[in-house]
Structures are given as C-alpha cells and as structure tokens.
C-alpha cells in the first residue's frame, strides 16, 4: 500500500526534492483526512512512498486513475510538478511501468 509522487520530467533533482516534501507537507492540507481508514492503515503500518520521474504523457494518463492532488511549483510559474496518489491496496497496472526516480 504505496503512496505515489509522480513528478513530471522536466523537473531538475533539486526542485523534485523539494517538491516531494511540499507533497507531503500537503497531504493533511489538501489530501485526505487522518480518520480515512486507508490512510489511517498507510500511516500506521506502512508509511512506504514511490517516487516516480515521468514523462508529460504518462503524467496526464495518471490524472486518469483518481485519487490524486497536484503539486505546482512557483519556480515554473504555478505549473504543475507533481501527483500524490492515496495508498491503495492495488495500483493500475500503468504504474507498474513507469520510471522510479532515483
């Protein structure tokens, strides 16, 4: 039961950092609520997160699987960076593909 960061390409390795922890920073603001049985479980049990470096068009396929906020980014003039996908206990197959960043 992951946590997905899909952060777009383009993005050099010192702004997906940073955007990664705005992501996280993010999730009680804008994500889901704590008493959310899913993310109760992901919090407690699991805590685990993938980072994934995509390409634009895998970036707006993933819009495609619900369950996501975006990230933007200041410093790309509000564009938007990055998908935060809830914990789910199975992921599309999509996923599976795509490029981890490291």
């Avoid at 805590?47 to 707006?60: T, Y």
């Avoid at 619900?66 to 410093?75: K, L, P, W």
Wanted: charged share 35%; net charge negative; hydrophobic share 45%.
């Amino acid at each position: 039961m992951a946590k997905v960061f899909s952060v777009f390409e383009v993005v050099d390795i010192g702004h997906a950092v940073n955007t990664a922890f705005h992501a996280g920073a993010m999730i009680d603001d804008r994500g889901w609520s704590r008493e959310d049985p899913v993310m109760k479980e992901w919090r407690e049990n699991s805590f685990r997160k993938v980072s994934c470096k995509v390409k634009e068009k895998e970036f707006e396929k993933a819009k495609e699987y619900g369950d996501y906020f975006v990230v933007t980014e200041m410093m790309f003039d509000d564009a938007e960076v990055a998908l935060v996908f809830k914990p789910r206990e199975e992921w599309p197959r999509f996923f599976s593909f795509l490029k981890l960043y490291k």
